[in-house]
C-alpha cells in the first residue's frame, strides 16, 4: 500500500524497526507478506549526506529514511533508481538525490513525517515510514574508555556497555506508538547493534511501546558481527544488550551458519536466512522464516 492509500490487502499489519541497511532488508522481505507496513527508523545518523543536511537545515537524518522509502518502492521504480544516486563531484558531492528531495519536502511542507508521506507516494510505497523521534537527537554511548557522542563515533567505538539519547525525552510521532500497539508482529533488526536497532529501542515511549505491544516481538540477528562495534559478540550477547536497554524479544531468528548462538535467554529459531553471497539476508528466504513466526 502507497502512503496514505487505503489498503485493500488481507495480511498482518508488521512494524520493522532500526536504521541501516539491515532494515532495507526486513522490509524487503516484509513486503512479501504483509499488508499493512511500518518502518520506524533511528534519525541518529550524524555523517557524510545525512550530517551535513542536519547542520544545515536542523532536520532528522534522511539517510536512513531514504533507504527503507527505497526498500518499499515499486518494483522496477526509476525514482528508486533515481533516489540512491549519489552526486560524485561539485557541491552537492557525496549526497544522494532521495536525501535531498526529503530535505527539500520538508522545507516547503514545513512537515518533516508529510515530507516522507509524499516521498513514499512519488516512489509508490508499500508501507509508510516513519522517523524514530520527530525532533533530531544524537546518539551517545558509555565505553570502556569513557563516554562517546556522535552515531559516527560511536560506530568507530568497542566495548560499549549502552548508549542513549539526547535529548533523552525524545518523543516520537504518535502514529509510531500507534503503529506497535495494533501491529501482529513486530520485527527488530537485522542492523548495527548499538547504532541502528537500539538507537530506536533507545527512545523511551517506543520501548515502553515494545513492552506491551500484543504483537509477537522477533530479534532477526545479525550474520557476523560489526566490528568494532560488536567485536566478539556472538548472538546471545546481542540479545542481553537488548535486554540491558530494556527490551526482551518473544522470539530470535538466526541463521546457523552464521553468527555463534551461545547462551541465549529467549526463544530462539534457526533457519536459512543469508543471501548466497552471504553478505546480507535474502528477502524470500527471512519473508519464508519470518511467516512462520506469525503465530
Known amino acids: 500500500m502507497s502512503a496514505g492509500a487505503a489498503d485493500t490487502r488481507s495480511g498482518p499489519r508488521v512494524v520493522a ?5 539491515g532494515l532495507a532488508a526486513s522490509l524487503r522481505a516484509v513486503r512479501r507478506y504483509a499488508a499493512d507496513i511500518t518502518a520506524i527508523v ?3 545518523d550524524d555523517g557524510g549526506s545525512s550530517g551535513r543536511l542536519r547542520e544545515a537545515f536542523g532536520i532528522a537524518a534522511p ?3 531514504r533507504r527503507c522509502l527505497v ?6 521504480s526509476v525514482w528508486a533508481r533515481v533516489f540512491e544516486h549519489r552526486f560524485d563531484s561539485g557541491e552537492l558531492e557525496g549526497h544522494p538525490v532521495g536525501n535531498l528531495v526529503i530535505a527539500g519536502l520538508a522545507s516547503a511542507l514545513g512537515d518533516f513525517n508529510l515530507a516522507l508521506d509524499e516521498a513514499g ?4 510505497a508499500v508501507g509508510r515510514v516513519l522517523p524514530a523521534t520527530s525532533v533530531p537527537v544524537v546518539l551517545k554511548a558509555e565505553a570502556a574508555d569513557g563516554p562517546v557522542e556522535g552515531q559516527v563515533r560511536v560506530s ?3 566495548r560499549i556497555s549502552g548508549v542513549g539519547l539526547v535529548p533523552p525525552d525524545a518523543a516520537p510521532p504518535p502514529e509510531v506508538l500507534r503503529a506497535i500497539a495494533g501491529a501482529d508482529q513486530v520485527v527488530v533488526g537485522p542492523g548495527s547493534l548499538f547504532t541502528s536497532v537500539l538507537a530506536v529501542v533507545a527512545v523511551p515511549a517506543i520501548r515502553q511501546a515494545l513492552e506491551s505491544t500484543r504483537a509477537r516481538t522477533v530479534y532477526v540477528a545479525n550474520l557476523r558481527p560489526q566490528v568494532p562495534e560488536t567485536d566478539g559478540f556472538d548472538v546471545a550477547a546481542h540479545v542481553a544488550a537488548l535486554v540491558s536497554h530494556g527490551f526482551h524479544p518473544d522470539v530470535v531468528l538466526r541463521d546457523p551458519t552464521a553468527l555463534p548462538l551461545g547462551d541465549v535467554d529467549v526463544d530462539w529459531v534457526d533457519a536459512p536466512l543469508a543471501a548466497d553471497d552471504g553478505v546480507g539476508h535474502d528477502p524470500a528466504r527471512l519473508a519464508a522464516a519470518l511467516m512462520k513466526l506469525l503465530g
Open 121 to 124: 507516494r512519488l516512489l509508490g
Open 17 to 21: 524497526l532500526g536504521g541501516g541497511h
Open 63 to 65: 539517510g536512513d529514511l
Open 71 to 76: 526498500a518499499l518502492a515499486d518494483d522496477g
Open 156 to 158: 568507530a567505538t568497542s
Open 42 to 44: 533511528s534519525v541518529a
